[in-house]
């Protein structure tokens, strides 16, 4: 990557109408980030810890977890930095390897999602099957290549961004360096690139989406010949805590990319519900339900010396 700019560090300018709220979005930031590493941690602990849980589908939410940990890292203790009444500054690198971690992340997740789709499909349409097709090889194969592939698009996007030159104003005018607010700073004429970022950033999540939609159809032709309502009742609640997690997911990138005129207060706004609150809610979606999940968790927070004496 060329490094054409004489630009050596920028300055975030966070949420957008947010003056005099600092100290309120600092307390409910810091809340949110606390709970979304706890969670998520629980979650991997509780995987990993319990034998009855190394099946391909919790194998993919452990993966999950760990995205989730990572994912609102990449901006959050910046955003958390400056808002604490610290200096906005970021430097070139950092700049670039807050927009290269968001993106590799955020495909690796939507990847990942319609992995676990892929996996559903096969479980309720292919049971006498599942162990076979889903084994140790496949899911290794599968895992890799959602970090593979969401690599390949985050250094993609990363090297249309930073190509250009960036010779003048350096305040971004958003809360973490994202592709649109990175390329209105831009020396050069944008409109080729944002056109061809669009239609990256927006093709990747809909082709995730398409699969995700034709998996989920096949699953609902499957369940409803199911002759029991309680068989098609299990069935279900199976695919009911991946089916939420999945709108939570999906809809922020709708919201951002594909509204017609960008909205700087909306874009904060649902980013903030995609980087922090959805995988805060996670755990919650992935363990109120499933008892085997919220079993092992209880023996996870028994092994705690603080509240294993209560």
Known sequence: MTNLSIVTQFVLMGIPHAEGLETMLFIMFLSFYIFTLL??????????SSTRLHTPMYFFL????????FFPSVSSPKMLFYLSGNSRAISYAGCVCQLFFYH?????????????????????CYPLRYSTIMNHRVCAFLAIGTSFFGCIQATFLTTLTFQLPYCGPNEVD??????????????????????????SVGLMPLSCFFLILTSYSCILCSILRIPSAEGQHRAFSTCSAHLTAILLAFMPVVLIYLQPTPNPWL????????????????????SLRNKEVKCSLKKVLQQVPILSKK
């Open 174 to 199: 958003y809360y973490f360096c994202d592709i649109p607010a990175m390329l209105k700073l831009a020396c050069a004429d944008t409109s080729a690139l944002e056109m061809v970022g669009l239609i």
């Open 267 to 286: 874009n904060a706004a649902v980013q903030v519900l995609n980087n922090l609150v959805t995988p805060m809610l996670n755990p919650l979606i992935y």
């Open 62 to 69: 452990c993966q999950l977890s760990m995205c989730d940990i």
């Open 39 to 48: 969670g998520n941690l629980l979650i991997f602990l509780a995987i990993i």
């Open 104 to 124: 590799f992340l955020g495909c690796t997740e939507c990847f990942l999602y319609t992995v676990m789709a892929y996996d559903r499909f096969v479980a309720i």
